[in-house]
Structure formats: C-alpha cells, structure tokens
C-alpha cells in the first residue's frame, strides 16, 4: 500500500499506483477529493502530452499545484489515464 501524505493528512492511498519516471500515480478514486482544489496551471511533457494541475489545501494551508494528471495523455503514456502523481513536499511511500 502506497500513501501520498501532507501536513498529516493522508491525501491518497493505493495498492495499485502505476510508476513512471519515479513517480508514483494513484488512481483517481484512491484520491480523497476533500484535499483538492482546481487549478489553472498546465504544463507539457513531450512524451505523455499536458498535464493539468491541483493544489491541496490541508488543515488551512495550501500547497499549490502539487498534484498532476494527464486528462488526455499520448497512447504511449496511457496507463497513466484516470491517475494522479504528487510533488512539491508531498511525502509518497509506503
């Protein structure tokens, strides 16, 4: 069972995370919605295509964009659809 952890709140949990590049993606479902918050931000991976942002808001403080996904990513990174990676002070492990 993998967690994504921030400001002692357990933001994701799986047993099923997909890894990719180092990074660990939670399926959507494992991810508890009451932490996000939409954001505006995209960025581009020449491989994987846009990727869309979150920012968590945990106990009042805010970590802004530090969750990812790719709503439409390439087919060679399609195993990461439906599925989202954390960064920026997000604690993932087990």
Known sequence: ?????????????????????????FPRGSVNDEFLLPSDRTTECVWKGTAHYYSLQVAGERNADAAWYYPNPSHDAGNIRGHVAFWNGVTVGD
């Open 1 to 25: 069972m993998v967690k994504a952890t921030w400001n002692g709140a357990v933001i994701a949990e799986s047993g099923e995370t997909v890894m990719v590049e180092g990074n660990h993606y």
